[in-house]
């Protein structure tokens, strides 16, 4: 059949043109807007959810990327032929869809769209006004069809923002992982904890299994209410029983966590140890329904083990340049930015420079007051490369920082808020980028870095 798409851009338009007709309409929260039934449809027309595969679906407020990756990467080092799904993306929409860390090609997504969209045309052609096919639920029937073409055999997937309303939820998951779950996404989600944590307790499956690291109280009083309505058995994970810090090391950090002892995990942030507990801990239970290593055997301890140790997730508090020593990080809120700066703590020299991109429904006044507070200059900056994201005002944003700290500019683009912060810093100095994910995705483009692979 010919491909209907002529390139990825192509294709991309495609899976949002549903949706950009509700452009500029008010949205409603997810329980009264968000609607999985044309996802649905695809996947039962095409029968994408009929091979048998063990299924992961992760949700959370942070740290549900980092775990999705980590999990994938110990699934694959246990034998697996796994899949993984997570949003967003650094560089290319193809990052969202992996086959044991190998992004799909941009040939296979133009031809696996191209074959879906005349059953994705008939069933946006019988829609009500205000009803859209999800981007979210076309990816995953592109991901569901190549994954059935590359044999996966278990799939490890990031939800949204929430998870009952979540098309990539629709999945028959035996397994849900929860990542700390805080105040986010109000308009959409509710502004308690209580709303927030219901709306990500809705991948519970029924008959399943669940496991969440340390929460609130209430969180977790909502977790157990729904794995007890779905007769699934859920556990949290004791903060006794999660990973510790012991040193960082020039590839990441060393940690400790149960039977596996000391090991290295290739990843800067100390956040990550909470979110490879969490993977260690899915991955048992997922392996467990899968033949393979035994659990008990020392060949499992040494795959989690190597697996740990070589896991790349592109743009999480990572080094991208050497004299001046240069790190970035999705940092955008307060607890992001101030875990950004400890976990570099034995790291950091001066002259020690700040660029920061916080959008502008984020608390970027309290954000640029935790940079300012550490470091000798702050550059803002910002780029226009997602519609969704939008930063303050370059005039309000340098009168807020400039309340904290005296040496403050602003710079139009990265690669002048780059030029400006090198010079600053100089060959012995650090520079610090916690950005929006969509200007982290130009500063690994910048720095000609490719994550095809994983």
């Given at each position: ?252 950090i060393v940690m400790r966590l149960g039977r596996y002892g000391e090991l290295e ?85 001066h002259p020690l420079i700040a660029i920061v991109a916080t959008p502008v429904d ?93």
């Open positions: 059949m010919d491909a209907r798409f002529a390139s990825e851009g192509d294709a991309i338009e495609y899976i949002f043109y549903s949706m950009r007709k509700l452009r500029g309409v008010e949205r409603e929260s997810d329980d009264r807007s968000r609607d999985t039934t044309p996802t649905i449809r695809l996947l039962n027309r095409r029968n994408l959810l009929g091979t048998p595969r063990e299924y992961a679906v992760i949700t959370g407020s942070k740290g549900k990327g980092s775990t999705t990756a980590i999990m994938a990467k110990i699934m694959a080092k246990l034998g697996h032929t796994v899949g993984m799904i997570t949003s967003p993306h650094m560089v290319s929409w193809r990052e969202r869809i992996r086959v044991n860390g190998r992004a799909i090609p941009a040939s296979d997504l133009i031809r696996i769209l191209s074959d879906l969209a005349p059953d994705i045309d008939d069933i946006v052609s019988g829609m009500r006004e205000k009803q859209y096919f999800s981007p979210q639920g076309i990816f995953l029937a592109v991901a569901l069809q190549w994954f059935d073409e590359m044999g996966v055999n278990a799939a490890v997937l990031e939800v949204g923002r929430g998870g009952r309303f979540d098309d990539i939820a629709v999945v028959p998951n035996k397994l849900s992982l929860f990542t700390p779950i805080m105040l986010e996404h109000v308009k959409q989600l509710g502004d308690t904890l209580e709303q927030i944590a219901w709306h990500k307790a809705g991948i519970i499956k029924p008959q399943s299994y669940a496991y969440s690291v340390p929460q609130a109280s209430s969180v977790l009083d909502v977790l157990q209410a729904e794995a007890d309505a779905q007769d699934a058995e859920f556990a949290w994970i004791a903060p006794m029983d999660m990973g510790e810090y012991v040193r960082s090391t020039e590839r990441g995990l290739s990843m800067l942030g100390r956040y990550q140890i909470d979110n490879a507990t969490l993977a260690v801990q899915g991955a048992g239970n997922m392996h467990s329904r899968l033949p393979g290593i035994p659990h008990g055997a020392p060949e499992y301890v040494q795959a989690v083990r190597d697996a740990l140790a070589n896991v790349t997730w592109p743009g999480r508090l990572q080094q991208l340049e050497r004299q001046p020593n240069v790190y970035i990080d999705g940092a955008t809120t307060v607890v992001a930015a101030r875990s950004f700066l400890q976990s570099l703590t034995d790291r950091l020299t984020r608390d970027y006044n309290s954000v640029y007051q935790v940079f300012a507070q550490a470091c000798d200059a702050l550059i803002l900056t910002e780029n226009h490369i997602s519609a969704n994201v939008i930063f303050p005002d370059p005039t309000l944003a340098l009168e807020t920082a400039r309340r904290y700290h005296a040496d403050v500019q602003f710079a139009p683009t990265l690669t002048d808020a780059l030029t400006h912060a090198r010079a600053k810093a100089g060959a012995t100095g650090t520079v610090l980028i916690g950005a929006a994910l969509p200007v982290v995705g130009e500063a690994l483009q910048l720095a000609g870095l490719s994550f095809e692979q994983i």
